[in-house]
């Protein structure tokens, strides 16, 4: 970009409308490739949210009216931080008068502002978004407002786009927002990447929060549609900033996993936007681009010695997407990636995914038995993927009658349209 800016300075102002209008297409532009970078320096020169959102309006207002006259700036991006910086000191003198601030006051805050401490980080990390991102994922903050927050401060995304996608009214979500950022406020949260010490605990807050809208994108967690594109998609350009930025071996691994899954979008609906599940699907639309790139990181991931139950995921992903088709799978190999993620990170969903994975290898009994001994102890009553891998396994093993009531459970507690009318169809298909 900054070569592309260089040669339209050349020469002076631009000379007629044409020039101008190509400027402003570039100010567009830039506008969406930088304008959350730009907005992330900015909350670190300025230390509060509302004041960096305004700033980057008016240094874009700004650009609008003097790069067509003038040129576009050699360094687009510094020029609107630049730019921003002094709109914000503008607006602190102004409003001081109206507030009867004192001048010292007024002084004080302007020269923190102006002082471009503080420096880098020591560990070497250079970019202001990865700051966003861990304080908007600061674990002082609720779940929802780090999930909201994220996607509106670090994402760029509206509050009404976001209310839409978790299906909340955009007023409630709006207040989460300003709830958070007052927090961040009143708490003294930093806004910094955390130390070495603390970086594995604060890493999973982050790699959480991405995951969330990542599968709230990929597999909605209700409403009419399967999935959102546009959620998944910006998980995705996160997890991808996250691993420039800081390469921990649990960041690559999210990033492969979120890749091999997104790799089945176009596989697992059907023309009339039904559910196709994943031993259904057709592998020859899976993208076969997104599955090498996964794999690689996949391996990557794994040979650091460091990896998590994300970059396990991963590879039970690559796994499947290595296979023609589900009778050719390696089950056994899916059952023994998921023995070692209960290892590491014991849950009655991973129990529940290698009772299918067993299933799968040794037969419906055996993955009935698993699933069942999950239910008794109380686990998962509520979830309704168990009831519907129950169901499935019982309507394999020719068992009409507990499988009807399973499948009726599931009906009950699935939220997703396309997943209630694919249980209500198996349910359907049983025997009367």
């Known amino acids: 970009m900054d070569g592309m800016a260089k040669s339209a300075a050349v020469g002076g102002s631009p000379a007629g409308e044409d020039s101008q209008e190509r400027v402003r297409a570039m100010a567009d532009a830039i506008y969406r490739t930088e304008s959350r970078r730009v907005f992330a320096t900015l909350v670190r020169l300025l230390g509060d949210f509302d004041l960096a ?8 207002r700004a650009a609008l009216e003097q790069w067509p006259r003038d040129g576009l700036p050699a360094n687009p991006r510094a020029w609107l931080v630049s730019a921003g910086r002094f709109k914000a000191i503008d607006g602190i003198r102004r409003n001081a008068r109206f507030d009867s601030m004192e001048d010292e006051g007024v002084a004080e805050r302007v020269d923190a502002i102006a002082d471009e401490s503080p420096q880098w980080d020591s ?3 250079e970019d202001d ?3 966003l991102i861990f304080t908007c994922c600061h674990p002082a903050l609720a779940p929802d407002a780090q999930v909201a927050l994220t996607l509106r401060e670090v994402c760029g995304l509206t509050t009404e786009e976001i209310a839409q996608a978790f299906l909340s009214a955009a007023p409630t979500l709006a207040q989460r927002i300003v709830r ?3 927090k961040i406020r009143d708490a003294g949260i930093p806004y910094q990447v955390p130390t070495a010490d603390q970086l594995a605990e604060r890493l999973d807050s982050v790699l959480r929060v991405i995951y969330l809208v990542f599968n709230e994108g990929y597999s909605a967690s209700s409403g009419q549609a399967l999935t959102r594109l546009d959620l998944s998609a910006e998980a995705i350009r996160v997890g991808r900033l996250l ?3 800081l390469p921990e071996p649990e960041a690559i691994g999210l990033l492969a996993l979120m890749l091999l899954q997104e790799s089945r979008r176009a596989a697992r609906t059907s023309a009339t936007g039904e559910l196709v599940l994943l031993n259904d699907q057709d592998r020859s639309l899976w ?8 794999a690689s990181l996949v391996q990557s991931a794994l040979t650091s010695g460091r990896f998590g ?11 499947h997407a290595d296979a023609a088709g589900a009778d050719v799978t390696d089950w056994d190999e899916i059952a023994g990636l998921y023995d070692v993620m209960l290892r590491i990170d014991p849950s009655p969903v991973i129990e529940l995914n290698r009772a299918v994975a067993v299933a799968m290898r040794d037969g419906p009994a055996a993955g009935l038995a698993l699933i069942d001994a999950i239910l008794a102890r109380g686990d998962l009553a509520d979830y309704h993927l168990a009831h519907a891998a129950r169901a499935d396994l019982c309507r394999r093993l020719g068992r009409t009658a507990p499988a009807r009531a399973s499948y009726q459970r599931a009906i009950e507690l699935a939220r997703q349209e396309p997943e209630r009318r694919f249980l209500e169809r198996r349910l359907a298909e049983l025997p009367a």
Not at 287 to 294: D, F, L, P
Not at 309 to 319: F, G, H, M, R, S
Request: charged share 30%; aromatic share 6%; proline share 0%.
């Open 287 to 294: 993208n076969r681009e997104q599955i090498a790139e996964g």
């Open 53 to 60: 959102e305004e700033a980057l309006h008016d240094a874009f």
């Open 180 to 182: 958070a950022k007052a």
């Open 243 to 245: 691993v420039e930025l």
């Open 129 to 131: 978004r990865l700051r």
């Open 123 to 125: 560990e070497g990390i």
């Open 309 to 319: 139950v994300y970059t396990l995921q991963a590879a039970i992903a690559a796994v």
